[in-house]
């Protein structure tokens, strides 16, 4: 197995290199085991996938649930991988800066935070105190043993907020703050996607798994995007395979999901012995 340096070297040369690359989303070990067999180069965790492996909604994991629920998907491949840990399960600086810290302790290599706050009343962080945020996890990133990557997001589009020029000062402030990655969820189309990976020096995370708002990667590469995550989009796909199958057999008392189904010996080929 490759050293937690190693997987944060490779992991930083995916951002150096020219082309765009796909980071995929994992959501258990089985999981991250399949998309590794099946050649992405790097993994991710996702908070809305990791509150439903709990039974929860998002938003609703605590700090420690969330760093062995992303510990369960470093160890289970050679891959480097990297969490949404929300805004950092806590509101001050200290609190981000700490969510970095100890998410390095379980072998991950990077890592985003983000300016929602969580409070309905109050969605998003004031621009000085978001960049305050991002400035503390960069600076805890900057004190690790390896080279840490650090993605900052602004929830803008999705919270309420959908002004690209307020986007793109938000996303200016946290690249000047140190942050390795950028990212904006939601953008609505590719001028949006342009415009804002035209105002920024580093690498731009396009988040995929909103329908109507998500583009081939080809389409993302030309607008100038260099990381392409999967948000929750491949555990809500699994999910869905979930209920349409348990539907047939509650409402219909038939198995014709079985013609469809992955057999048991190729899906024990992408598991450990």
């Known amino acids: 197995m490759s050293s937690q340096t190693e997987k944060a070297e ?9 082309e765009t690359f796909v980071i995929a989303n994992a959501w258990d070990a089985g999981s991250a085991r399949m998309l590794a067999a099946l050649g992405f180069k790097a993994l991710a965790t996702s908070s809305g996938a990791c509150a439903g492996v709990l039974g929860r909604r998002d938003g609703m994991v605590t700090r420690d649930e969330a760093l062995a629920h992303c510990k369960l998907i470093v160890d289970a491949t050679d891959l480097p991988v990297s969490a949404d840990l929300e805004k950092g399960f806590g509101d001050a ?9 100890l998410a390095a302790g379980v072998g991950l290599v990077g890592a985003s935070i983000e300016d929602a706050t969580g409070d309905p009343q109050r969605p998003l962080y004031d621009a000085a ?14 004190n690790l043993p390896f080279p840490f990557t650090l993605t900052a997001r602004t929830e803008n589009y999705l919270r309420g907020n959908p002004d690209l020029d307020d986007t793109i000062r938000r996303l200016r402030a946290f690249e000047a703050a140190g942050a390795d990655v950028l990212m904006a ?16 020096t580093h690498p731009v995370n396009f988040m995929a798994g909103i329908k109507g708002k998500s583009f081939t990667v080809a389409a993302l590469s030309e607008a100038g995007v260099k990381r392409v995550s999967l948000a929750t989009s491949l555990y809500r796909a699994a999910m869905t395979g979930l209920l349409d199958a348990a539907r047939e057999v509650a409402r219909q008392g038939t198995f014709t999901y ?8 190729d899906l024990n080929a992408f598991m450990q012995g």
Do not use: K, N
């Open 10 to 18: 490779r992991f930083r040369a995916l951002h150096a290199a020219p």
């Open 93 to 101: 600086p200290a609190a981000a800066a700490e969510a970095i810290r």
């Open 129 to 142: 105190a978001a960049e305050a945020r991002i400035a503390a996890s960069v600076a805890a990133a900057r």
């Open 185 to 200: 969820p939601g953008l609505p189309d590719l001028e949006a996607v342009r415009a804002v990976c035209g105002a920024l």
């Open 258 to 265: 079985l013609d469809q189904a992955l057999p048991t010996p």
